[in-house]
């Protein structure tokens, strides 16, 4: 199963970096992750093998995270491997000591070194939560995906947020709609 988390690495100079990511867990307390090569996020990882695994049940700093400058509010994690957010339900602090190349991503995996609890995740299912995840993958994914799709998806996200979703789902998929229209101008 891939779990969507938002991921904390370090640049070269130490700056902290914020990116979703989908994450694997898997046997013996391990993590794996395929960032492409052209994020951010591999080459912080490929240089400093770690990083924090923000785990959230909330989506709006999802969309802020990717879709704006937002420097969501945060600490740094224990081993400075990256940044625990304060939104996140829990933060996995890992390291890399597996990297499979592929083509334009990578494999890369290694062991949980620390999980720190923040909060007390919503309990149940809200479809409006994956609506709007699907509609940020799709956005983020323009020049990859055709045009067509990606409409298709907002469009639906949309119909499910206003009959499922809360104020914070609603203000994600404006923040969608508003990115979606500013790349088509
Ligand atoms: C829910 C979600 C999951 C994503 N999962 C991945 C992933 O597994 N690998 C990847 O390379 N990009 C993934 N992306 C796209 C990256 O978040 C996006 O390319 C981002 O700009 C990379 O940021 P960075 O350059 O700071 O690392 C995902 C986006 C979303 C919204």
């Known amino acids: 199963m891939i779990i969507e988390a938002i991921v904390s690495t370090r640049k070269d100079n130490g700056e902290l970096n914020f990116a979703p990511m989908g994450v694997r867990f898997k046997e013996s307390e391990r993590i794996e992750l395929i960032p492409f090569h ?5 080459k912080n990882l490929s240089a400093n093998r770690s990083g ?5 049940s909330d989506v709006l700093p999802f969309v802020k995270c ?3 400058d937002h420097l969501p ?4 994690s ?3 491997y990256g940044a ?4 996140a339900d829990e933060a996995i602090e890992f390291t890399i000591d597996t ?6 991503k990578s494999i890369m995996s290694g062991p949980v070194i620390s999980r720190v609890k923040l909060k007390t995740p919503r309990a149940g299912i809200n479809r409006a939560n994956g609506a709007v995840i699907e509609a940020l993958i799709a956005v983020t994914r323009i020049g990859v995906l055709p045009d067509d799709e990606i409409e298709g998806t ?3 996200s949309r119909n499910i947020v206003d009959k499922t979703g809360g104020d914070d789902e609603r203000e994600a998929m404006d923040m969608i709609e508003s990115y979606d229209e500013r790349r088509r101008r």
């Open 99 to 104: 990297v499979e190349d592929r083509k334009i």
């Open 38 to 42: 052209s994020s951010d996020t591999y």
């Open 84 to 87: 625990l957010l304060a939104v």
């Open 154 to 156: 907002i469009k639906r």
């Open 52 to 56: 924090v695994v923000n785990l959230l």
């Open 78 to 80: 224990a081993a400075s």
């Open 66 to 68: 990717a879709l704006s």
């Open 73 to 76: 509010e945060h600490s740094m």
